[in-house]
T-cell receptor, first 110, second 113 residues
Framework: QKEVEQNSGPLSVPEGAIASLNCTYS??????FFWYRQYSGKSPELIMF????GDKEDGRFTAQLNKASQYVSLLIRDSQPSDSATYLC??????????FGKGTRLSVIA | DGGITQSPKYLFRKEGQNVTLSCEQN?????MYWYRQDPGQGLRLIYY???????QKGDIAEGYSVSREKKESFPLTVTSAQKNPTAFYLC????????????FGQGTRLTVV
């Protein structure tokens, strides 16, 4: 059974701080990794994806991947109250659709 | 505008009824998916389809059925065999099954009354 683990939170950070969201996965065959943001009652929206070890930056967001440790993270710099949402980590291997973790709820306090 | 359209947004079902949730995409994507989300839970895969006239069971397919007669459409039927159907249902699509991101519709919230 392929599993993706996330701390359910809530993770509370003050406005302007860095929020760090973590995800571990069990399938060593996982090749692609995705971070989705989901506001309450809404559908998930893609924030970032990463395929290679290392960091990938897009605006205030940085995704970090370490395949040896089977670990992927999302950093949000200068956190804003509008970033308050549930963040879903998803992994994709060669022959199966996206598998998601249960998500981490982030609360940015103004 | 390209996107994925799910309908209806809210659906109420009586015990013992079958209901069908619609999902249409105009992104020319080959792969389509149905996920179920329960409160405080992640997304669990019900069914997926890589091409027209082909689909595969996901982790929780029991009590559900799908069809893929057209590339653009992937309807989900929740049958009376599904014992606990109240949930948020999400349809998604991607260019292919591998190494491509999935995009979601706005979801259908199904409630059994």
């Amino acid at each position: 059974q392929k599993e993706v683990e996330q701390n359910s939170g809530p993770l509370s950070v003050p406005e302007g701080a860095i929020a760090s969201l973590n995800c571990t996965y069990s399938d060593r065959g996982s090749q692609s990794f995705f971070w989705y943001r989901q506001y309450s009652g809404k559908s998930p929206e893609l924030i970032m994806f990463i395929y290679s070890n290392g960091d990938k930056e897009d605006g205030r967001f940085t995704a970090q991947l370490n395949k040896a440790s089977q670990y992927v993270s999302l950093l949000i710099r200068d956190s804003q109250p509008s970033d308050s949402a549930t963040y879903l980590c998803g992994t994709l291997s060669g022959n199966t659709p996206l598998v998601f973790g249960k998500g981490t709820r982030l609360s940015v306090i103004a | 505008d390209g996107g994925i359209t799910q309908s209806p947004k809210y659906l109420f079902r009586k015990e013992g009824q079958n209901v069908t949730l619609s999902c249409e995409q105009n992104l020319n994507h080959d792969a389509m998916y149905w996920y179920r989300q329960d409160p405080g839970q992640g997304l669990r895969l019900i069914y997926y389809s890589q091409i027209v006239n082909d689909f595969q069971k996901g982790d929780i397919a029991e009590g559900y059925s799908v069809s893929r007669e057209k590339k653009e459409s992937f309807p989900l039927t929740v049958t009376s065999a599904q014992k606990n159907p109240t949930a948020f249902y999400l349809c998604a699509s991607s260019e292919g099954l591998w190494n491509t991101e999935a995009f979601f519709g706005q979801g259908t919230r199904l409630t059994v009354v």
